[in-house]
């Protein structure tokens, strides 16, 4: 299965396995259906996974699969890098690292970079079941835009890299899930990704790798180890494919 996706206002040709889809992912949309008709209330899916695991390509792509499957309920998808702080916040803010006080730019996407409370405040927001805004992140600004998504559907997919983390700020955000999918990789082959993907936007290989080594690849490594057990847990494999590892 192809598809063409704009995903952070960047298009995007993604593919999956008949196998997956059939085996893995619809069976996920009818449990998703039956688990908001048995609450009988508005249902929100926590999807937490690394960097470059493909989160946003997937969320997407299993709206599209349920828009295929006859009476299935509709799904929006809101993604957490719509709480990114700010830029303009990063580049007047530190924290510290490896004992070194840097800005908070420099590490852009790890956990601190995000602005939890106002995430939390809002997921609660969602929970409560009117149509709300929600803001999304454009990766060609670099930065959030505000309220340009509507919440209006009984299944809301939350995709982000932190949402089951295990950590004291981050375990009041995975207790308003109703149920949670989480997938894991190979760290080598997530470095690849997002070696290819810096390059794809023109951006020199050494500077790439300078920012992927210093910062992407210990919030993989933070996820990868830091990440709560969830309902469903997938493993990504290099050729594209998926496993169910909790079974």
Known sequence: MKLDLMINSIPVQAEY???????IFIPLLYRLDSLQKEKNGRIIVMLAAPPATGKSTLTKALVRMAEEIPGM????????????????????????????EILMARVKGCPETFDIEKLTEKIREVREGGACKWPDFDRVKEDPVEDVLT??????????????LERDSWRDVSKLSDYTISIVADPAFLRSRLVERRLSTGEPLEKAEEFIDFSDMKNINTCLNETMPADLMLRLN???GYVVINN
């Open 17 to 23: 396995k008949d196998d997956d889809i059939s085996e």
């Open 73 to 100: 309920q509709k799904i929006t998808v809101v993604g957490m890098d719509g709480y990114h702080r700010y830029q303009s916040y990063l580049d007047t803010h530190t924290m510290e690292r490896d004992g070194e």
């Open 151 to 164: 919440v209006d559907s009984d299944i809301v997919l939350l995709e982000g890299n932190y949402l089951l």
């Open 238 to 240: 290099t050729d594209g």
